[in-house]
């Protein structure tokens, strides 16, 4: 019966592309869904863990909005007053308080994410470099700026710095790659912060005595502790919001391809009851007549599985890496989200097959050819 497919698939070529395309949309859109989310969560759970705090010290506000403007390089307008870090450093089980203040900045005239910071960051990132001193840029910032090492750098804002680029930071593909890290007086005096700071990063000694030290931590005033886990399962809800929409549009998509490809397996019904009563009375059966459309919808729904594949692959290159939350998100790609998409191919194929198979194998051979 494969040729009696072909042959109407030749002959209908508009309807069965229209059919096709249909398909590919809702495909495309879930692929492209699936591939982007895994980038976000994966972004997400880098840049949290990559700051390398057992707590995260930030000033009174929301701390999820705070983190993001942490990550980001933009001042998020509350701050530590910088007389709390001996307290701070005095608490049990600390073993490293690392003070960061972050902003914009022009650099070289371009504003720029600015990170002031001591140099107790190198036991907290894993950059791989000796010592923090002058200005180390990130590799996309200091491919953005044309720079590298030894060459003259301006800062400004509040106030105006010259320095020269000490090193150049391997590509780590997170925001690290993004900022220019400078020493703690020096953002401070740039960004118009002296005495206060961004953020607090903790590494306790004892880690699993680090909910101990929350807790004792976030009794002090002005400020809050908070487990960077809490923050990332937090951002993980406010996405799964965002995340609900885009699937409430990958279902209406899917949707769509299901009723276009009925529409199309219903009219081929409809035009086809000659040949339908011709194979009924050469002998084909209700059966063989049924599984005729149903073979022919699961074949448009395969290639329609198929287009939307490579055009959701090729969509998501074209599409912005950057997240919601302003971080870098690269798609994830995995086989089984192409056996996934694969599968709802399928479903949609049958689904749309069902009604328009069955009108096909009631159809009467002798009522039919006496019709035409």
């Not at 976000?40 to 983190?67: F, N, Q, S, V």
């Not at 301006?154 to 925001?175: C, D, F, K």
Request: with cysteine; net charge negative; aromatic share 6%.
């Amino acid at each position: 019966m494969s040729w009696i497919i072909f042959a109407n698939a030749r002959k209908r070529k508009a309807r069965v592309l229209m059919t096709v395309l249909g398909i590919a949309i809702g495909v495309a859109t879930l692929f492209a869904l699936l591939s982007l989310s895994a980038g976000i969560e994966k972004a997400l759970d880098r840049e949290i863990g990559g700051m390398g705090a057992h707590i995260l010290l930030l000033p009174e506000g929301c701390p999820y909005e705070l983190t993001l403007a942490l990550m980001q390089g933009s001042d998020a307008f509350e701050h530590i007053p910088a007389e709390l870090l001996a307290e701070i450093q005095a608490v049990d089980n600390v073993d490293l308080a690392v003070p960061v203040v972050v902003g914009k900045a022009k650099v070289n005239g371009q504003l720029t994410s600015i990170y002031g910071t001591t140099s107790q960051i190198l036991k907290v990132r894993q950059w791989g470099i000796d010592a923090f001193e002058g200005v180390i840029l990130g590799s996309d910032v200091a491919e953005k700026l044309g720079l590298s090492v030894g060459d003259p750098i301006t800062i400004s804002l509040y106030s105006t710095v010259e320095a020269h680029v000490s090193q150049v930071l391997e590509t780590t593909h997170g925001r690290d790659d993004t900022f220019v890290f400078v020493a703690m007086d020096v953002a401070q005096q740039v960004l118009g912060l002296v005495d206060r700071f961004s953020a607090i990063l903790i590494r306790t000694t004892i880690v699993t005595e680090s909910t101990r030290t929350q807790y004792t931590l976030g009794r002090m005033s002005d400020i809050q502790a908070v487990p960077p886990s809490d923050i990332f399962e937090r951002l993980m809800e406010l996405f799964a919001s965002i995340k609900q929409t885009l699937i409430l549009i990958t279902g209406i998509a899917i949707v769509a391809g299901v009723m276009t490809t009925m529409n199309t397996m219903t009219m081929a019904v409809f035009e086809r009851k000659k040949e339908i009563g011709i194979l009924r009375a050469l002998g084909s059966t209700k059966l063989n007549v049924f599984k005729l459309f149903v073979t022919e919808s699961l074949l448009l729904s395969l290639v329609g599985g198929v287009v939307g594949l490579i055009a959701g692959y090729i969509a998501t290159l074209f599409l912005p890496k950057t997240s919601g939350f302003g971080l870098e998100a690269t798609p994830q790609f995995e086989p089984i989200y192409v056996v996934i998409c694969l599968v709802v191919a399928v479903i949609v194929g049958v689904a749309s097959s069902l009604y328009p198979a069955m009108s096909a194998a009631r159809t009467q051979p002798i009522k039919t050819l006496r019709e035409l």
